[in-house]
């Protein structure tokens, strides 16, 4: 079936249907057959899936692009667990990835043709966002033909960069904080027509420039990261300011170039790089931010820096909630308006200091990468508290008193009377717990109470529901009443952002959507932490603390997923940024001092990269050859191709951390080098 065939064309936006407002148990109180539309509005699937993920006619979820190929994401989960696949699985999307990169790529062409922009747009992938080897060699595959690049922030990252990276014109661009060896590597790394950035982060990493400049004889292509006035919003909003973690402020900048000139070297200064965040809700910082910035390029161009690229950063968001607000799971503009903005606040800047236009450069990962990733998951188990929406027994005569006005309290719920309803109910639990604690009614009696207090609780819910304007502390019943659904995975693992800074992603069931979803429920994962759980689920007006699911039958199996979580989550669940474990000293106190008993090494290069699935020694041979071909051609001397793979290979047996300015481990020999290969740690 095709995307024309769907019974919910992606512009639909189907009205929630309202439930009558009839009291329980009347018989006129029968809802209306569930639809499709229902439930796309009910899980807002319309609105933060399109156009890669909607509902078919099966009532199930279906995955593809617009005129491309499309696959029912049950189905596909059946057919691998076939295969041999168990859940939990992480299910890519290929297609999806590579449509990302072309809409991010005709955004900006767009703009750039729309405003007469004598300029370009080329774009590179973060790789601390995802650092999976298959993933970074589809976005170098799929970005070829935009020249689309990579970011590194590390040591590691960098030796990624420059394996997967061939010659077809993509940039790398360094940032984070480095060494002399992570300078020598990026320069010579030019000389076989890589395009490398090295982007200034601290005044120290211009004496490494100037020094793996003299030692390579390469003239190095520097940028440098300032730190704006202008500020981001929501989490990260520090980014920027002059407590910023990265950059430099405006004096540190005009001092770098003070002194290039002073060696001859302003030539060398052709990028200006900015970040204000990730995950910019709203797009009034954005624009501040890019005026802020593009004024600073002029004025370094007017300078005589030989500038030629403006790097915008990250910070393009992705719409979590559908909601389309600058809520800070979502979003107040879309990818073509923040080309939009991107284009004509530069060309505005430029035009009126009378520079040149640069090439526009982006780090938007989290919006190339976050549609691609599916997280398919099974629920094992249920636990919940509600009553089950059957009619109490009455307490019969002779009852405790307690027990009566329990009952007459379920009897009297009303949609006027909710909050009252709901303090005689807490009232009377209470008050049976305590006549309880002082031996004036059985543990029958208690349990009795205890039942006829959760059937009040379920009344008033059932009620709450079917009211516009309901009391706080009504409510928060919402999620006191919902049950457990416990599903086999690890949100440590595949969804740590979840747990670290309440990030929401969509959760939904898969399959069943044309049922009505009659239970609420929170989620569990399988580990032995309070903390595994997702209790937090998008909603279009604000946050649920309850999701709709649809009742577990008996010898059935239920099925969910998590969308659009590929972004950090693979890696943080894992290695952010390929810094692995560090050193461990263990130290024992002494009379006269400390002694330390021992001394556990921390990951090595290739350590980490043998967990994302990289081998190294592959990694050296498609060096190796690249280099081969440069030499040949004249572009690299022998020298510096032995110097390049020397440190390639010496990065890839030490630390994953920086390890000041030598020119290598044999520079420290009273470090002990990593543990022989014949002996790895266990995978992670």
Same mark, same amino acid.
């Given at each position: ?141 799929? =970005? ?132 204000? =965040? ?301 810094? =692995? ?104």
């Amino acid at each position: 079936m095709g995307w024309g065939e769907n019974p919910l064309p992606w512009s639909a936006t189907p009205n929630k249907i309202p439930a009558p407002m009839t009291e329980p148990n009347d018989p006129s109180d029968a809802p209306p057959a569930w639809s499709l539309a229902q439930s796309a509005e009910l899980y807002q699937i319309s609105r933060w899936g399109a156009p890669y993920f909607r509902i078919n006619a099966a009532g199930r979820v279906e995955v593809g692009t617009e005129g491309g190929p499309v696959v029912d994401l049950f189905e596909l989960t059946r057919d691998l667990e076939a295969r041999g696949l168990d859940l939990p699985l992480l299910i890519r999307f290929s297609d999806v990835l590579k449509h990302r990169i072309k809409h991010i790529n005709e955004c900006f062409r767009r703009a750039i043709e729309e405003y007469e922009y004598d300029g370009r747009y080329q774009g590179v992938f973060p790789v601390k966002v995802n650092q999976q080897r298959h993933f970074i060699d589809e976005v170098v595959e799929h =970005g070829r033909p935009w020249e689309f690049g990579l970011e590194a922030g590390s040591k590691p990252e960098l030796l990624i960069a420059l394996s997967a990276m061939g010659t077809d014109g993509g940039l790398i661009v360094c940032n984070g904080y480095k060494d002399r060896a992570y300078v020598e590597t990026a320069l010579l790394a030019q000389l076989f027509g890589k395009k490398v950035f090295v982007v200034l982060e601290r005044l120290e990493e211009l004496d490494h420039a100037f020094a793996a400049a003299e030692k390579t004889g390469v003239r190095p292509a520097l940028g440098v990261r300032a730190k704006l006035s202008s500020r981001g919003v929501g989490r990260w909003n520090t980014s920027t300011g002059d407590r910023a973690k990265f950059g430099l402020s405006v004096a540190e900048i005009v001092e770098v170039v003070d002194r290039l000139k002073e060696r001859d070297m302003l030539d060398c200064l052709q990028l200006l790089h900015f970040h204000i =965040g990730s995950q910019i809700s709203s797009i009034i910082p954005v624009k501040n931010a890019l005026r802020e910035a593009a004024h600073i390029y002029g004025e370094l161009a007017q300078m005589g820096a030989k500038m030629g690229y403006l790097d915008v950063g990250g910070g393009l968001a992705v719409d979590y909630d559908g909601s389309k607000t600058d809520f800070h799971a979502s979003m107040n503009y879309d990818e073509q308006e923040y080309a939009y903005d991107v284009v004509s606040e530069v060309k505005e800047a430029c035009d009126r200091k009378g520079v040149p236009v640069p090439t526009l450069v982006s780090e938007s990962g989290r919006a190339v990468s976050a549609h691609q990733s599916v997280l398919v998951f099974e629920v094992v188990g249920t636990n919940g508290v509600r009553s089950g929406g059957a009619a109490p027994d009455h307490p019969g005569e002779g009852a405790h008193r307690v027990l009566d006005e329990l009952y007459e309290t379920w009897e009297n719920v009303r949609a006027k009377n909710l909050q009252e309803s709901l303090h005689d109910a807490q009232q009377g639990k209470e008050e049976a717990d305590s006549l309880f604690k002082f031996g004036y009614i059985t543990l029958r009696q208690r349990a009795q109470a205890e039942r006829l207090y959760w059937h009040c609780l379920d009344r008033i819910t059932a009620l709450a529901s079917r009211v516009k304007t309901v009391p706080e502390e009504v409510q928060s019943l919402e999620e006191m009443m919902s049950a457990i659904y416990y599903c086999n995975f690890s949100v440590f693992q595949s969804a740590p952002d979840v747990w670290a800074i309440g990030q929401l992603f969509p959760v939904m069931p898969i399959h069943r959507l044309d049922e009505e979803p009659t239970e609420r429920a929170t989620i569990a994962d399988l580990t032995c932490d309070s903390d595994g759980k997702i209790d937090r689920f998008i909603d279009f007006e604000d946050v649920k603390r309850a999701l709709e699911v649809h009742e577990i039958r008996a010898g059935e199996r239920y099925f969910m997923a998590m969308f659009l979580n590929g972004a950090y989550q693979e890696i943080l669940g894992d290695l952010h940024n390929l810094f =692995g474990d560090t050193h461990a000293v263990h130290v024992s106190l002494e009379e006269d001092g400390y002694e330390v008993a021992s001394v556990v090494y921390g990951d090595s290069v290739r350590e980490v990269l043998g967990y994302v699935e990289y081998e190294p020694q592959e990694m050296v041979e498609r060096l190796r050859l690249q280099a081969e071909s440069a030499r040949r051609r004249g572009l690299i001397t022998i020298e510096n191709v032995r110097l390049l793979m020397r440190h390639y290979e010496e990065s890839l047996r030490g630390y994953t951390y920086l390890t000041g300015d030598s020119d290598g481990p044999a520079d420290h020999p009273s470090v002990p080098p990593p543990p022989p290969l014949q002996n790895p740690k266990p995978a992670r």
